[in-house]
Nanobody
C-alpha cells in the first residue's frame, strides 16, 4: 500500500512560485500514476494535474496549463508540482494522489496549504 506525504506549501505573493513535493512509500510507486488535486474553501475538490507512471504523459487543468509543471523522480519515490505565476485563485489545500491509472485514484495524502496573496 502506497502512503503519500505532501510538503512545500506556504504563503506566496501573486506572481511568485512554489514547488510541492509528494513523497511516497511503498513498492508500487514507480508503477502508479501520480496526480494533484486542490480544494478551496467552500468549493469542491478539483483536478489540477497528473503524470503517468513513466512520466511520459502529463495532464493539466486548463486553469493551470502553462503555469504549472508536474514531474516525477521514480528513483526518489517523489512527485513534484512546480507552480509558477501563482494567482490568488490558486489558493487552496493541495492533495497528492496515486493510482494505477490517471482515472483511478486510490491513495491520497493529507494535503498542504497554498496561499497566494494579492
Amino acid at each position: 500500500q502506497v502512503q503519500l506525504v505532501e510538503s512545500g506549501g506556504g504563503l506566496v505573493q501573486a506572481g511568485g512560485s512554489l514547488r510541492l513535493s509528494c513523497a511516497a512509500s511503498g513498492r508500487t510507486f514507480s508503477s502508479y500514476a501520480m496526480g494533484w488535486f486542490r480544494q478551496a474553501p467552500g468549493k469542491e475538490r478539483e483536478f489540477v494535474s497528473a503524470v503517468s507512471w513513466s512520466g511520459g504523459n502529463t495532464y493539466y487543468a486548463d486553469s493551470v496549463k502553462g503555469r504549472f509543471t508536474i514531474y516525477r523522480d521514480n528513483a526518489k519515490n517523489t512527485a513534484y508540482l512546480q507552480m509558477n505565476s501563482l494567482k490568488p485563485e490558486d489558493t487552496a489545500v493541495y492533495y497528492c494522489t496515486s493510482g494505477p491509472t490517471v482515472e483511478d485514484w486510490v491513495v491520497w495524502g493529507q494535503g498542504t496549504q497554498v496561499t497566494v496573496s494579492s
